[in-house]
Antibody, heavy 121, light 107 residues
Framework: DVHLVESGGGLVQPGRSLRLSCEASGFTFDDYAMHWVRQAPGKGLEWVSGISWNSDRIGYADSVKGRFSISRDNAKNSLYLHMNSLRPEDTAFYFC??????????????WGQGTLVTVSP | DIQMTQSPSSLSASVGDRITITCRASQDISDYLAWFQQKPGKAPKSLIYAASTLHSGVPSKFSGSGSGTDFTLTISSLQPEDFATYYCQQYDTYPLTFGPGTTVDVK
């Protein structure tokens, strides 16, 4: 079974940084694209960023471009989201999601349970 | 960016009802359209990709159709476990974008 487990969330002050991790198991991690999706409390889903299997194709939402950076370590079966210059509007549950194929423009199939990031003074 | 809209934003239905949710893209996305289900406090669940292909394990009461800019999700006979919020998403072009969601609740 595919398992995706996010970690690294918590309370952080505006302007500070945080790194989220997503540990994957149950599949050949370096065969698939991966994504981050967030959801502010009581709001809808917002795609944040995606990365292809070998990191050669990366995309970001306009709302995080220049502040967030996605990366992956295929040797560790792990996906990361480096978040800088955090703002209160970045407060959300952050989910990692697995793509069905190696390239980042592929549909999602499996999701993690999410980790909560709260940006507040 | 490609804008996704959904209608209705919410609907009330009864067990056994057939319901249809519409999703529209602001430009042609071919069939690069996915549907997700989310229940309160839970992660989203992937239902459909390529507009009409069910993910493994998704029951056949769910069906999707459409191409280009107009898409639909149909649940043929609503069951108690189907009351949830449904989102469409385009994966044709970066940035990927979701619709605002349609909440299906009990009439």
């Amino acid at each position: 079974d595919v398992h995706l487990v996010e970690s690294g969330g918590g309370l952080v002050q505006p302007g500070r940084s945080l790194r989220l991790s997503c540990e994957a198991s149950g599949f050949t991690f370096d065969d698939y694209a991966m994504h981050w999706v967030r959801q502010a409390p009581g709001k809808g889903l917002e795609w944040v960023s995606g990365i292809s299997w070998n990191s050669d194709r990366i995309g970001y939402a306009d709302s995080v471009k220049g502040r967030f950076s996605i990366s992956r370590d295929n040797a560790k079966n792990s996906l990361y989201l480096h978040m800088n210059s955090l703002r209160p509007e970045d407060t959300a549950f952050y989910f990692c999601a697995k793509g069905r194929k190696y390239h980042s423009l592929s549909p999602f199939d499996n999701w993690g349970q999410g980790t909560l990031v709260t940006v507040s003074p | 960016d490609i804008q996704m809209t959904q209608s209705p934003s919410s609907l009330s239905a009864s067990v056994g009802d057939r319901i249809t949710i519409t999703c529209r893209a602001s430009q042609d996305i071919s069939d690069y359209l996915a549907w997700f289900q989310q229940k309160p406090g839970k992660a989203p669940k992937s239902l459909i990709y390529a507009a009409s292909t069910l993910h493994s394990g998704v029951p056949s009461k769910f069906s999707g159709s459409g191409s280009g800019t107009d898409f639909t999700l149909t649940i043929s006979s609503l069951q108690p476990e189907d009351f949830a919020t449904y989102y469409c998403q385009q994966y044709d072009t970066y940035p990927l974008t979701f619709g605002p969601g349609t909440t299906v609740d009990v009439k």
